[in-house]
T-cell receptor, first 112, second 114 residues
């Protein structure tokens, strides 16, 4: 019962171009969404989040878009840099202290 | 100045053994977590502690027992290890237990059960 799905296991993008990572969810009770980035042999690090009351949140080169009706969110990275090459995890949670539910991750490779 | 540290980084052991993984955070956070990333790459919450008290205990075999001697430490003890326990285990911490409190992860412990 995958409540959070990242259907693309990998993505390759040229340096300087836009990277778009997608995430779908099935639980309509989710109201807080996050993206984490993970380098090899390290733990995930928080990147950006969005509450269900918003449809967009921006932080520098990173923008997360939320489409509640489609139960879909995406992470845009512009411009992509080689240092962005990592595995990106989408995560979601219901209100309160409920645990994070993670997707399987998408491996982004930014090619110089 | 590692924020969340775990030891050991790698652990290889035989089925049936008992092992422990240690976690320490120096961020002054009140809440700590254990996650398991299995072979299918899903990262799943196992336990959450707030100020040394258990607040989340997902469906995990009772062979897994977390112990929090103080709020900076959350250790994971695993008894009678099974092949299916092979995974990467991540410890994390956050200031509070709210979902809006950013979770900081340790580097992970790769457990291999032979």
């Amino acid at each position: 019962d995958q409540q959070v799905k990242q259907n693309s296991p990998s993505l390759s993008v040229q340096e300087g171009r836009i990277s778009i990572l997608n995430c779908d969810y099935t639980n309509s009770m989710f109201d807080y969404f996050l993206w984490y980035k993970k380098y090899p042999a390290e733990g995930p690090t928080f990147l950006i989040s969005i509450s269900s009351i918003k449809d967009k949140n921006e932080d520098g080169r990173f923008t997360v878009f939320l489409n509640k009706s489609a139960k879909h969110l995406s992470l845009h990275i512009v411009p992509s840099q080689p240092g962005d090459s990592a595995v990106y995890f989408c995560a979601a949670s219901e209100a309160g202290n409920t645990p994070l539910v993670f997707g399987k991750g998408t491996r982004l490779s930014v090619i110089a | 100045d590692t924020a969340v540290s775990q030891t050991p980084k790698y652990l290889v052991t035989q089925m049936g053994n008992d092992k422990s993984i240690k976690c320490e955070q120096n961020l002054g956070h009140d809440t700590m977590y254990w996650y398991k990333q299995d072979s299918k790459k899903f990262l799943k919450i196992m336990f959450s502690y707030n100020n040394k008290e258990l607040i989340i205990n997902e469906t995990v075999p009772n062979r897994f027992s977390p112990k929090s001697p103080d709020k900076a430490h959350l250790n994971l003890h695993i008894n009678s290890l099974e092949l299916g326990d092979s995974a990467v285990y991540f410890c994390a911490s956050s200031k509070g237990g709210l979902i809006t409190d950013t979770q900081y992860f340790g580097p992970g412990t790769r457990l291999t059960v032979l």
